[in-house]
């Protein structure tokens, strides 16, 4: 792999990271790309299968001194498997006076002999015969895949489902593919980042702001060493080839930019006073709209996305970082000027993505949590009124779906003793038992990271009637399923909706994590007391002292919590529902993807 920015004898820049299959539909497939210098990048769709391959190219863009593509390939035919190849192509002058020299970079060549066992990448088109499955999952470190980095953070699930998919064990079937991975916030580390990506900080010339200050020595602060992070996660031969194939969604979450990310308005006025948090705003923000955000979007969404217009349409790098920049300042400062979540429909007829007159199939409404929340301490809400009225329209659509799928990367319906705590917090720090004990409590908040739902109690009551006007709607989803992670261990929770009777739609809250950062073992020990009586009772007994009001839900956890890494698929076919849990775990023959439970849903 090349440095960035510089181009391979030839004029042809390298593929630095990707081909990777984001938004899949019918007809429709789009891709994304980092190159080391500015070419066309060129991809052709169903070689040697059709008549006629399918074909698009795009043009790099360059921010920050890297260059990116991302492109749709339309035209595609329905619930069909095609592979498909990448070339490069070179920057042509205005006067060549010869075609442009091009190279194929994907299927990647034999010297990558790792990356080249592995079977061709294609593209599925999606069905219209209303099945689904959807892998899920949060929380991954990128701490390097050998016998120290498993020690640390253990095995990579993302790494053995590629594997289990790949090169399935004899005395077992191929695990069979998802249709969609829905990776649920923290794919980066930025205030913990690996041993390697610590050691190349310690290396670089950091700008003043950041060197002068020992609290981030060791963590992430600008655009150029977010994308290290990104090169690290994803250059890995088996998760690279899991991106090309399998198309994913994304959220962000804290760790995106830094723990505790807008846990409360005593959080972000101290962090407002840092002077590398700036820098750390511009490169968390700025690098997830590249690569992660755009992909999310569907090909009609991408060409309304205003920001890539005027990248596109800039006259040079610069400029396009300049834009780049204000957009990610702002949208810290404004929440409402930029829009993280997204909506996906899977299956649905009578339409091209969500429009009017679709019925059935599976709604997907992916909800950032994170960055649109209103920190007001008087009149605090995990999602804006601008963010709540959009996932209040999202999840009421005009014609019926077979099952309604709220991803959030935090749980909304936690073990009980621990939601209770989180409402019984918040009523503290708002003065519910005295201003003397408002700053220990926000102290408490912050140690513990009592900040999921439960801890905005206005938005967790609102969540829940919205879920019960759904249910008990004329004609109801056979499932809602709640998708979530961030806290290190993954469970499974079901909820009677108070004023809900006789609905057929089963409401459960799904939690997995993570991927590749187990928890603490003191910690696995407070998860599984909090389900002691005792415990419970002395958390309930806390938030009704606050004079917390009880959430118009009551839920109970039914399986878990597992410890281990591991990876949640959700199958739906029709109106049913079922879930698969597998966790990764090392043995004396090396690591493996085991079943850890299986169920139906609905």
Known sequence: MSVHGEARAGGVPELVLGPMLRHVDATSATLWFETSGPCTVCVEVGGGVLDAPVTASASTWGVHGHHYAILVVRGLPEASELPYRVDLAEPAGPDALHPPATRRVWPPASPDAELAAFPTSTVRTARSDGRLRLAFGSCRRSEPLDAEGVAAVGPDALVELAHRMAFPPPDAPALERPDVLLMLGDQLYADEPSAPIRERLERARRDPDVADHPEVADEICTFEEYTWLYTESWSAAPVRWLLSTVPTCMLLDDHDLRDDWNTSQAWREEMRRKPWFDDRVRGALGSYWVYQHLGNLSPAELDREQLLAAITAAEDDDARTALLDAYAERADAEPDTARWSYVRDFGRSGTGGGEDGASGGVRLVAVDCRCSRRLDPGNRAILDDAEWAWVQQQAQPDAPVDHLLLASTLPALM?????????????????????????????????IDLEHWPAFGTSLHDLLQLLARVAGGARPPASILMLSGDVHCSYTARAQLDGVVGSPTAVHQLVMSPFRNPLKPALRVANRLADAAPVRALAALLARAAGVQRPPASWEVEEGPWFDNGVMTVVLDGRSARLEVDHVRVDSSGRWLRRTHHRSLA
């Open 415 to 447: 073990v009980p003793a621990f939601s209770d705590v989180e409402a019984w917090n918040e009523a503290v720090v708002q003065g519910r038992w005295g201003r003397w004990l408002q700053r220990p409590g926000e102290v408490l908040r912050q140690a």
